[in-house]
């Protein structure tokens, strides 16, 4: 390889973030970050960036910046620990320097399979460009990350085109996360759907222990951030190798709990009390609104409502008197509930399956509030027929208790 440095540019120095296994609490990698210096003082990357693309110098830069990058990771780097690599898309479809760029990653002496390329989130003007300069570099054997997804440009349907095997969550989305049920909520979907698409997770920007909790709780695969390792300049083999014996990977990240789950919570407790007594009343013939008056007499209670065994709805919801304000019916058709079918919704499906248990819902979005809700249902048989009984819950009122 050759000098690492480009003369007349900003002066090139690498530190290194680990980027952490939260089931084996030991670095899985390293990702490599620009320390640069210009007349003596440093300098931010951006600056430094900036000046060589000024300069008509960016690939040119981006390049040495790699090389050195390289070269200070395998001083210390064991066989197992991969390296994260940033990279602009400009410089990955450059006809010039894609190809030298790779070069210098196959010349480095690092296996391809120890490489991740983080393609950095920036619009590119020839998208088809970048998915080919993306195969050719997976066809190496190098390993392919999207950065700071969530933010910006970066979002799905990138994922799709480029078939990273590392999706890097942009910090904000764990800030957010971390002071709102809902966004964690949402936070934990969001890394489901990436993992059903077959990429691992790196949650980025960890701060705070709050922060690492909900990481685990999302089962994120890979976390990084000031609250694990600081980027340092100097590593040694036996630190890059080590576990990380920090209060981060304790018991306390393993059972400790930032997200419960709904089905855990004690506050459901008088909700599902209640719904037993509406299910028992209307089994034994009382009136749908006279058996539903316990339920509807709990704080954040919506509604109750009964399917017949295909899930279509027999009669209209049963509506509790207060709570006013929630009621945000988007569409008047959606207002009207009876001889709805309801067959797709989680917990009719799962009340089939399970009869005679009470099944609590994951939180969704009810199409009749357009509030966050979770619904109590229960398969029950009355002479010789079969319902689901279903009641809800207002989640997003009762959710501002759990954070």
Same mark, same amino acid.
């Given at each position: 390889?050759?000098?690492?440095?480009?003369?007349?540019?900003?002066?090139?120095?690498?530190?290194?973030?680990?980027?952490?296994?939260?089931?084996?609490?030991?670095?899985?990698?390293?990702?490599?970050?620009?320390?640069?210096?210009? @007349?003596?003082?440093?300098?931010?990357?951006?600056?430094?960036?900036?000046?060589? *693309?000024?300069?008509?110098?960016?690939?040119? %830069?981006?390049?040495?910046?790699?090389?050195?990058?390289?070269?200070?990771?395998?001083?210390?780097?064991?066989?197992?620990? /991969?390296?994260?690599?940033?990279?602009?898309?400009?410089?990955?479809?450059?006809?010039?320097? @894609?190809?030298?760029?790779?070069?210098?990653?196959?010349?480095?002496?690092?296996?391809? @399979?120890?490489?991740?390329?983080?393609?950095?989130?920036?619009?590119?003007?020839?998208?088809?460009?970048?998915?080919?300069?993306?195969?050719?570099?997976?066809? +190496? =054997?190098?390993?392919?990350?999207?950065?700071?997804?969530?933010?910006?440009?970066?979002?799905?349907?990138?994922?799709?085109?480029?078939?990273?095997?590392? #999706?890097?969550?942009?910090?904000?989305?764990?800030?957010?996360?971390?002071?709102? +049920?809902?966004?964690?909520?949402?936070?934990?979907?969001?890394?489901?759907?990436?993992?059903?698409?077959?990429?691992?997770?790196?949650?980025? !920007?960890?701060?705070?222990?709050?922060?690492? *909790?909900?990481?685990?709780?999302?089962?994120?695969?890979? #976390?990084?951030?000031?609250?694990?390792?600081?980027?340092?300049?100097?590593?040694?083999?036996?630190?890059?190798?080590?576990?990380?014996?920090?209060?981060?990977?304790?018991?306390?990240?393993?059972?400790?709990?930032?997200?419960?789950?709904?089905?855990?919570?004690?506050?459901?407790?008088? %909700?599902?009390?209640?719904?037993?007594?509406?299910?028992?009343?209307?089994?034994?013939?009382?009136? /749908?609104?006279?058996?539903?008056?316990?339920?509807?007499?709990?704080?954040?209670?919506?509604?109750?409502?009964?399917?017949?065994?295909? !899930?279509?709805?027999?009669?209209?919801?049963?509506?509790?008197?207060?709570?006013?304000?929630?009621?945000?019916?988007?569409?008047?058709?959606?207002?009207?509930?009876? =001889?709805?079918?309801?067959?797709?919704?989680?917990?009719?499906?799962?009340?089939? #399956?399970?009869? !005679?248990?009470?099944?609590?819902?994951?939180?969704?979005?009810?199409?009749?509030?357009?509030?966050?809700?979770?619904?109590?249902?229960? +398969?029950?048989? #009355?002479?010789?027929? =079969?319902?689901?009984?279903?009641?809800?819950?207002?989640?997003?009122?009762?959710?501002?208790?759990?954070?």
């Amino acid at each position: 390889m050759n000098d690492p440095q480009a003369p007349g540019l900003p002066r090139i120095e690498s530190a290194f973030q680990p980027v952490l296994s939260l089931a084996h609490g030991a670095a899985v990698g390293y990702e490599a970050l620009l320390r640069a210096s210009q @007349g003596g003082a440093s300098c931010s990357p951006e600056h430094a960036f900036a000046v060589a *693309r000024q300069a008509g110098r960016y690939g040119e %830069y981006e390049r040495a910046c790699i090389r050195h990058h390289l070269r200070r990771f395998v001083r210390f780097a064991d066989d197992e620990s /991969v390296l994260f690599l940033n990279l602009h898309p400009d410089v990955l479809v450059d006809p010039v320097h @894609g190809p030298a760029l790779a070069d210098d990653l196959l010349e480095s002496g690092v296996a391809p @399979g120890r490489v991740v390329i983080e393609v950095l989130e920036a619009r590119q003007e020839l998208p088809f460009a970048l998915v080919d300069a993306v195969d050719r570099l997976r066809g +190496y =054997g190098f390993l392919i990350a999207l950065d700071d997804f969530g933010a910006g440009l970066t979002n799905l349907g990138r994922v799709w085109d480029l078939r990273p095997d590392v #999706v890097k969550l942009d910090r904000e989305l764990i800030c957010k996360a971390v002071s709102s +049920y809902r966004n964690a909520r949402s936070l934990l979907r969001l890394v489901d759907l990436l993992h059903d698409i077959g990429t691992f997770i790196v949650v980025e !920007g960890i701060e705070t222990a709050d922060q690492a *909790r909900l990481s685990a709780d999302c089962d994120a695969d890979f #976390v990084q951030g000031y609250y694990f390792g600081r980027p340092a300049i100097e590593i040694d083999a036996a630190a890059a190798v080590s576990r990380v014996a920090t209060p981060a990977f304790d018991d306390r990240l393993t059972h400790a709990r930032k997200l419960r789950r709904v089905g855990d919570l004690d506050e459901l407790t008088p %909700y599902r009390h209640a719904f037993g007594q509406f299910r028992d009343a209307w089994c034994s013939g009382i009136p /749908v609104e006279q058996a539903a008056r316990h339920f509807l007499a709990c704080e954040w209670a919506l509604r109750v409502f009964v399917l017949d065994d295909t !899930g279509r709805q027999v009669g209209e919801n049963i509506e509790s008197d207060r709570h006013d304000d929630w009621r945000r019916a988007t569409f008047p058709m959606l207002a009207r509930s009876s =001889g709805a079918n309801w067959s797709k919704r989680t917990y009719f499906r799962d009340a089939l #399956v399970r009869p !005679g248990e009470t099944i609590v819902s994951e939180p969704y979005m009810s199409s009749s509030s357009k509030n966050l809700c979770v619904t109590l249902s229960a +398969y029950v048989n #009355v002479g010789g027929r =079969g319902f689901v009984l279903g009641a809800d819950i207002l989640f997003e009122a009762l959710y501002r208790t759990l954070a």
